[in-house]
T-cell receptor, first 111, second 115 residues
């Protein structure tokens, strides 16, 4: 079972780039890395998913080194509305109890 | 596209009572998940369905929790009898199927308070 470790909290200012790192030392060969965003009183929302190297979409980038023991979610030019909890999820897309959410990182963006 | 629907949004019961939550996934999504999220923690998977079959329920406390997915569409999660430690948000999520790249779409959750 892939255990993940993330910083509990991070602070940033509007317009800055934010990088949140997730450690997953015992990631399995068939595990994917997925990041979700969660606002209070809402369910998590998918941000990005990757297996190796770099993935980019319209809202974020995901960097995964060759050993895949960690991953970094990069949010370019954050705004106040990016204040949320960010979860790193490691597991096979087949799911099951191997889908493990991390403790989450509370990102606070200020003016 | 309509999202995942859950009801009720809030429920307050006393310990030893029973409660049921309902989930309607996104149309056409084969996979359905129920999670328990205790305040300050990440979601914990309780059960996963693929169509109307159970893929994994190893973390479901089967002495008090039960879940079913009728005709591979809607799903209900039941707790009987409830304990104080069951106070949490119960999240339902769905995804198109078990293939690489699938993302889970979450509903708003049901906040359960057990007194």
């Amino acid at each position: 079972l892939a255990k993940t470790t993330q910083p509990i909290s991070m602070d940033s200012y509007e317009g800055q780039e934010v990088n949140i790192t997730c450690s997953h030392n015992n990631i399995a060969t068939n595990d994917y890395i997925t990041w979700y965003q969660q606002f209070p009183s809402q369910g998590p929302r998918f941000i990005i998913q990757g297996y190796k190297t770099k993935v980019t979409n319209e809202v974020a980038s995901l960097f995964i080194p060759a050993d895949r023991k960690s991953s970094t979610l990069s949010l370019p030019r954050v705004s106040l509305s990016d204040t949320a909890v960010y979860y790193c999820l490691v597991g096979p897309t087949g799911g099951g109890n191997k889908l493990t959410f991390g403790t989450g990182t509370q990102l606070k963006v200020e003016l | 596209e309509a999202g995942v629907a859950q009801s009720p949004r809030y429920k307050i019961i006393e310990k030893r009572q029973s409660v049921a939550f309902w989930c309607n996934p996104i149309s056409g999504h084969a996979t359905l998940y129920w999670y328990q999220q205790i305040l300050g923690q990440g979601p914990k998977l309780l059960i996963q369905f693929q169509n109307n079959g159970v893929v994994d329920d190893s973390q479901l406390p089967k002495d008090r929790f039960s879940a079913e997915r009728l005709k591979g569409v809607d799903s209900t999660l039941k707790i009987q009898p409830a304990k104080l430690e069951d106070s949490a948000v119960y999240l339902c999520a769905s995804s198109p199927g078990i293939i690489p790249g699938n993302e889970q779409f979450f509903g708003p959750g049901t906040r359960l308070t057990v007194l």
